[in-house]
């Protein structure tokens, strides 16, 4: 198990990439977190994650 924003969910062993496309956010439009350091979007699809991890996925919002 691993937490992404808060909550939990069974997606270990699975990357980046998997695991945001699943949950419906688009790569150009977040920023991702693992264990405090920042996911550079090049290796999004190469960071695997793990049991225990946690995760922080921000979204980017325009305004005025």
């Known amino acids: 198990m691993l937490k992404i924003n808060g909550t939990e969910y ?4 699975r990357t ?3 695991v ?3 949950l419906g956010y ?3 439009r977040i920023a991702v ?7 550079p979007k090049a ?3 190469s ?3 793990a ?3 946690t995760v922080e996925v921000v979204s980017f919002v325009g305004g005025g």
């Not at 977190?33 to 996911?39: A, D, G, P």
Request: no cysteine; hydrophobic share 35%.
């Open 10 to 13: 069974d997606f270990a062993g």
């Open 26 to 28: 688009e790569k150009t």
């Open 20 to 22: 945001i496309t699943e």
């Open 51 to 53: 049991d225990g991890d």
């Open 43 to 45: 290796a999004y699809e």
């Open 16 to 18: 980046v990439l998997d």
């Open 47 to 49: 960071t695997v994650l």
């Open 33 to 39: 977190e693992r264990n405090e350091e920042i996911v």
